[in-house]
């Protein structure tokens, strides 16, 4: 009777334990991010703004997440969210060799990526152009559409420039300084539009990737918890809620591919 006795003690103290883990609340999430318009970007008030933050805010409040957001240089946030615990990263391009690192939810955006330069810098025959030849690109440093361009032949220091200010390509391009740059399909008309204004006409070189970006998790944040905001991201999808908040600023074509990811997986 001890010996049983003393197995069922065990046993009822395990299940305690248990129940009492389960019962203790999440820890709050740290999610950090860069500034990249549309998707996200410090308003005129210094607010953590765009329309990948309150997509990530409205989720947070469906599924009654304590969250805190910051925006930081990209660097900076990646090894953060490398190291610490219990925070997310926004929105970041799903790699082989980044596969590890995290847990990932989404996709939040699924775009496509083309070299573009100035028709009168290039001529008629853009997208004939030998590459590198003597051409210089420009792209944003530690991200992997810099990996994309330097299969092209680029190489830093050569003639490819690597900079860390949002616009500064678009800047050296119409200046006439670099050749090419690389341009997100939800970025085209935007930029097509300040070369326009400057009395030039952007024109597509080559294609260079599709895209994928993601909110990532360390990986010590649950796989429940992960579970959960994906199954919440995708509702948004279905619901149309995302479509409300990314049409004012992303094209139909881009809106239509996450709803009919989410669509799949019904």
Known sequence: MTFMYSRILIVLVALAAQATSAA????????????SPPGQYL?????LSGVSVELLKLIQQRLAE?????????????????????????????TAERENWFKWVGPLLHYNISLYG???HLGNDAAEIELPGKLIACSYRNTVTAEDIK???????????????????????????IHLMSITEYNLANYAAQVQAAG???????????????LAFSPDVADS????????LEQSYRDGTMRSLYQPVYADVIIQRL????????
């Open 24 to 35: 203790e609340p999440e820890a709050p999430l740290r999610l950090l991010t860069e500034h």
């Open 43 to 47: 308003d005129d008030n210094g607010q």
């Open 66 to 94: 304590p969250a805190t957001m910051e925006l930081m240089p990209w660097g900076r946030a990646l090894s953060i969210a490398r190291s610490d615990n219990n925070t997310g990263l926004f929105e970041t391009v799903r």
């Open 118 to 120: 100035i028709k009168q």
């Open 151 to 177: 299969r092209f032949g680029f190489t830093e220091h050569r003639n490819l420039v690597l900079t860390r200010r949002t616009g500064e390509c678009l800047d050296l391009l119409i200046l006439g300084r």
């Open 200 to 214: 030039l006409e952007l024109v597509p070189v080559r294609y260079l990737t599709e895209r994928k970006r993601y």
């Open 225 to 232: 918890r992960v579970a959960r905001w994906q199954k919440a």
């Open 259 to 266: 709803e009919q990811f989410a669509a799949q997986q019904q």
